[in-house]
């Protein structure tokens, strides 16, 4: 199994997006700092541009950390995914894992997840939950969320896509060629393999504040999912401007036929409003399709950063394993 050129391989490296994270990364940090696994254990750290003081806690952790620490922080924020690809680009493990920095994934549920990764020679494997500590809304988000992904993702069927995931260094480095501004972690690894599996390990409530998706995040996860790994929107769209064509051609069929017959047109201002206003509600809908597939075109043409790096900082043991 290869790793980084220029890195020392090791054997676990776990990288965590922090954004609102002040209060809670420390005792993440130090929790995982206990954990032995099997070829050694490095922390990845990725501030994503967060408006606390979650930089000023991070870099405080390096000079007394007992494991490699790096702390890598973005110019602003770009999103979980990217914090994520990010941090993968750093990583030098053979197997790395990805987790929140809120504490409602116990740290020590990381042994389990890498060693059924390393001893069962999965290349991905994902958490899922008895019970989600999360708010009502939340676990609907991430039901759908799901849902749209068993239909538009060549992903086993049921498969929940859980952000603790432990990816093998061979999916790490296929995910990481990626360069687009929108990355969907999960869609990327559905495109690298199918040898996927999952385990079931505790959610704890949070530990601090709330969670840091909103409905605004959540619509654009989906939208990244939708329009960055699949075509079936544009689909949908060719479908309905199909059917809405075959109603249009049925309807004036029948108004001419009635012309004909009748010797008058109908005055009916109702049905032509109801005709008018959905087809122009479906014209609508498909040209918001082909406007979002074009501006993410014209972005990504454009040269759009998936992520910028403001600076990288490294306790000792980190700066020698990079040598």
Known sequence: MTTMPGLTPIGLTIVIPVYRGANTIGQVVAELSALKPEGGLEIILVNDGSPDNSGDVCRSLLPNATVPITYIEHARNYGEHNAVMTGLRKARGNYVITMDDDLQNPPEEVIHLYDHARKGGWDVVYTRYAIKQHAAWRNLGSRFANAVADRLLDKPRGLYLSSFRCMARLVVESVTRYTGPYPYVDGLIMEVTQRIDSIEVRHLPRAEGRSNYTLTRLVRLWLNLATSFSLAPLRVA?????????????????????????????????????????VGGVQSMILGVLGEYVGRTFLSANGKPQGTVRSISRNRAAEEGAL
């Open 238 to 278: 060719i479908f309905l401007g199909i059917g809405m064509s075959v109603l249009g051609a049925v309807g004036a069929s029948a108004t001419i036929a009635e012309a004909l017959i009748t010797r008058a047109t109908p005055s009916g201002y109702a049905s032509t409003m109801v005709v008018i206003l959905l």
